[in-house]
């Protein structure tokens, strides 16, 4: 027998296998999808193929939030919430005891009011400077310049990154002997306490944020840029319209829904910030870093005493602020529509 005739066995006898195996599996799923068919008619079909991720988010997802309403309204340190006593809204009472809002040293759970303070002011400085850098960045994306699919594909790749490994990354960059200190040394200049500094804290978890996630939104913009029609700027071009007139009454309106959408986006996340800041600070220095979502973490499971109807107190107050930002952010955007 040749080669050539030896190869042309082996592969009859792999396409023999191969058709052989697969035609199993379809039987198979025949036999199985049939008789389901038959059971349930074919209407019912649909709900069998949505049936796995209705079970998932069941299980994950409504079932966990159902079980923190549970947690909310009892208390004590037990886990199954048969064993936990209905306290009503202790839990809640504890979190809003305080003789100023304005000075958490003055209030119950000082630390619930200071992550407050802290994600309030994340918040604001976060979001403005994310939807400016990714508004500026799309714009200029959107041009056409040199190696420009090259430099989409840069600025979105730290989005690809997990959160954990960037704030490593920026830790050893900015720690007391880390890449930007050294620099400094060898430039003649003193070391500056990035991590240790709670100014400093501030300002570098709100830059490294920005630099993680911005592309994400970024993209989102640059795809509503690509939608206007080009008509509208050469028209406007004619009439003598200059770069600002442009961009103010042409690219702004036709960009709002997608701004809208990166600002609804981008507010939920920066509340919920915690994977970055966690690995990154760990919520200080003291707790000039400590978000609510690691306030919640703490309590819940970091601490001695986990304090899981605090926990979910605090996380349902938060998903309560998210819920009316989200409503409110829907109603400007139906307003300017």
Known sequence: MTDQSLGKSIKHIYDRLTNGILGFFVSLTDLIFGTIQR???????????????????????????LLNFVYGFTGGTEFFPDQRPWVGTANFEQLFTCESFLDPNTCREDLFWRAIFNTAGYVVFQVALMLLAALVTAVV????????????SVYFYPVLLSPIVVALIWKWILQENGLFNGILVSLGREKVPFMVDAQWARFWVIIISVWAFMGF????????????????????????????????????????PSIFVVLVLSLIRAVQIFDVVFAFTGGGPGTATLYLVQYIYSKGFSSPSRQFGLAAAASLIMAGVLILLTLIQQLLQKEEA
């Open 39 to 65: 059971w349930i008619g074919l209407k019912g079909m649909p709900y069998v193929f949505v049936l796995p991720n209705l079970l998932i988010f069941g299980i994950f997802i409504l079932f966990p939030m």
């Open 217 to 256: 939104y970024t993209l989102i913009l640059l795809a509503g840029l690509q939608a206007i029609p080009a008509d509208l700027y050469e028209a406007a071009s004619i009439d003598g319209a200059n770069a600002w007139h442009s961009f103010s009454r042409i690219t702004l309106p036709l960009l709002m």
């Open 141 to 152: 994306l959107n041009r056409k310049i040199k190696a420009r699919g090259f430099f989409r």
